[in-house]
């Protein structure tokens, strides 16, 4: 998937690290989802209390400390190891935003003091994790392209891939960093590795870097995600099947995404459709309804997705969609009627701004038909399908 803004962007910048000799171009932390949360966190603070911005003025502020509670499940407090975590947690998302241009970085004094330069790219990352691993993606291979640094591009291209051949590209990884920034040990360029290297890995369908050595298998969303640097499975709960939480992930990032994907909808719905119910009846939408119910624990991904949101008017949430305003109770049948409405935006979003359009028609599809073939319901794919493009018929 290409995004035509976010290429022609980064097209024209030169992040050659040879001449910058900035080590912190990446970090440990900045994975897509983080940096889509620090994205967020950005407009939100500069929208609100000021334009420019500290990394503690952001951890500190109640935006942020609302959404990381959700994030790592942590108390919403900025104290004792907490804040430390919270310091690089913010801190290395901010350094790669300056260096890819989207943030200006005053080092006069101290702590350093961030503004916006780039601001339609920084609502695309906040927009959604997706967004901001195609953003990463296309960073890191244009800051290594620039660079002239070809051994992960040597890497992917190889159809069988040893240990060797990954120690031999963390070596020069490592090498590299060293000779070009100043970093002067180690430990951080084989840390960061994984970091680099894992969202091509990803896009090409290719194993990457675990912990230090060769991954078993190819890398998976998870992977690339700040969870992913977690013990397996440490927050599932038993309720919840492994695919099921690898999916969407524990209870605090669940309600997070959750909350992004409404979030998104809304920002899409408000800027392309006036903030007008998506059914077309006219009216203000301030309701994001999931149209599968979040309430189903068999599918606790489809409450993240984009595609499975759609905004209503007051009375079409609660009087159509909950009959008789009771939240607890579907009326399947209008959220067929639902499912067809949103169907015909995703597909005008798509076509008409597929750069700044939230919604993947695919993940759309593969939705409805888990859906209908676990619920024994063929009739709501085939219905959808009716309106598919001939690809998927």
Not at 23 to 48: C, F, H
Not at 185 to 195: F, G, V
Not at 336 to 351: H, M, W
Request: aromatic share 10%; glycine share 4%; hydrophobic share 35%.
């Amino acid at each position: 998937m290409k995004n035509n803004i976010i290429s022609s962007y980064l097209q024209s910048k030169n992040f050659d690290i040879r001449k910058s000799h900035n080590g912190r171009w990446m970090d440990q932390k900045v994975t897509p989802d983080v940096l889509s949360l620090i994205a967020q966190t950005i407009l939100d603070y500069t929208e609100n209390i000021n334009e420019n911005f500290t990394s503690k003025d952001l951890y500190q502020s109640e935006d942020f400390l609302q959404t990381v509670a959700h994030f790592f499940g942590k108390p919403a407090r900025a104290v004792g190891e907490m804040q430390n975590e919270y310091n690089k947690f913010v801190g290395q998302p901010l350094k790669t935003l300056t260096y890819a241009g989207l943030l200006l970085e005053n080092q006069q004094k101290k702590p350093f003091v961030y503004s916006i330069d780039n601001k339609n790219i920084l609502e695309l990352l906040a927009q959604s994790d997706r967004k901001s691993l195609l953003f990463l993606q296309g960073y890191i291979k244009k800051c290594l392209s620039d660079s002239g640094f070809d051994g992960i591009e040597t890497f992917l291209s190889k159809k069988q891939k040893s240990q060797d051949d990954f120690y031999i590209l963390r070596d020069e990884f490592i090498n590299f960093e060293i000779n070009n920034t100043a970093i002067n040990k180690e430990l951080e360029p084989r840390r960061i590795l994984a970091k680099v290297l894992n969202p091509l890995a990803f896009e090409a369908n290719s194993q990457g870097a675990y912990r230090g050595h060769l991954s078993h298998a190819n890398i998976r969303p998870i992977d690339l995600t700040y969870e992913g640097d977690n013990p397996q499975d440490a927050h599932k709960e038993k309720n919840m099947s492994r695919q099921e939480y690898r999916l969407a992930g524990n209870k605090y990032t669940l309600t997070y995404r959750i909350e992004k994907a409404i979030r998104a909808v809304r920002a899409y719905n408000d800027k392309f459709n006036f903030g007008l119910s998506e059914t077309g009846s006219g009216d203000q939408a301030t309701q994001g309804h999931h149209m599968l119910p979040k309430a189903k624990t068999n599918y606790p991904q489809f409450s993240t997705y984009c595609e499975n949101i759609i905004m209503l008017s007051p009375n079409e949430h609660y009087l159509n969609a909950h009959k008789n305003n009771k939240t607890a109770t579907i009326n399947f049948d209008y959220q067929k009627k639902l499912l067809l409405f949103k169907e015909a935006n995703i597909l005008n979003a798509i076509k008409n701004h597929p750069d700044e359009s939230p919604y993947d028609y695919e993940l759309f599809i593969k939705m409805i038909t888990e859906y209908s073939c676990r619920e024994n319901e063929p009739e709501i794919l085939k219905n959808v399908l009716k309106n598919a493009p001939p690809v998927y018929n």
